[in-house]
Antibody
Framework: EVQLVESGGGLVKPGGSLRLSCAASGFTFSNYNMNWVRQAPGKGLEWVSSISSSSSYIYYADSVKGRFTISRDNAKNSLYLQMNSLRAEDTAVYYC????????????????????WGKGTTVTVSS | SSELTQDPAVSVALGQTVRITCQGDSLRSYYASWYQQKPGQAPVVVIYGKNNRPSGIPDRFSGSSSGNTASLTITGAQAEDEADYYCNSRDSSGNRYVFGTGTKVTVL
């Protein structure tokens, strides 16, 4: 069974740090780009960061750039998100999601989407 | 930065058809994908690419696109379709993702 399991969430004070992990199983992790997506309480989904299969390409949302670092260990089938200088507005459920891209022959272009999601881990930033 | 705009809420009678729209400049270049999220659960993709459904997604879900607008249509809505729906695409840079603002679908 293809599965993603996040861990590492918790309560942290403003300015503090936290490291999230995402354990992948049931597929060849090293073949896929991966994402972190978050959802603040009662709010919509927000893409946070992406990392390519070999870690060559990394991208961040402007809201976390310079504070968060995405990484992966393909030997351990794991994805990570190091979060520093945390703020109250970082409070959210954090999901890891597998990235898929392929060629759409009917449209003569590529498509991109996230096909597998974990159940999420909750991060609360509060004093 | 790119934005994707959705109507906050729509309602549909049981068995009727509802269309959810998503507007944004990036949709002129990239397909939208659509995610269904029920309370307390992770999102699930229902449509991707031009109009593709993952295995297990009922064929009452369909997608379309024109210009800067993508649409998700539920034909013959069921009670279990009541959920939040989010569109998503690459942003104008092509390297990042952007999510729509979300639409809450209520089945009456």
């Amino acid at each position: 069974e293809v599965q993603l399991v996040e861990s590492g969430g918790g309560l942290v004070k403003p300015g503090g740090s936290l490291r999230l992990s995402c354990a992948a199983s049931g597929f060849t992790f090293s073949n896929y780009n991966m994402n972190w997506v978050r959802q603040a309480p009662g709010k919509g989904l927000e893409w946070v960061s992406s990392i390519s299969s070999s870690s060559s390409y990394i991208y961040y949302a402007d809201s976390v750039k310079g504070r968060f670092t995405i990484s992966r260990d393909n030997a351990k089938n794991s994805l990570y998100l190091q979060m520093n200088s945390l703020r109250a507005e970082d409070t959210a459920v954090y999901y890891c999601a597998r990235d898929v891209s392929d060629y759409e022959p009917l449209g003569l272009t590529y498509y991109y989407y996230m096909d597998v999601w974990g159940k999420g881990t909750t991060v609360t930033v509060s004093s | 930065s790119s934005e994707l705009t959705q109507d906050p809420a729509v309602s549909v009678a049981l068995g009727q058809t509802v269309r959810i729209t998503c507007q944004g400049d990036s949709l002129r270049s990239y397909y939208a994908s659509w995610y269904q999220q029920k309370p307390g659960q992770a999102p699930v993709v229902v449509i991707y690419g031009k109009n593709n459904r993952p295995s297990g997604i009922p064929d009452r879900f369909s997608g379309s696109s024109s210009g800067n607008t993508a649409s998700l249509t539920i034909t013959g809505a069921q009670a279990e379709d009541e959920a939040d729906y989010y569109c998503n695409s690459r942003d104008s840079s092509g390297n990042r993702y952007v999510f729509g603002t979300g639409t809450k679908v209520t089945v009456l």
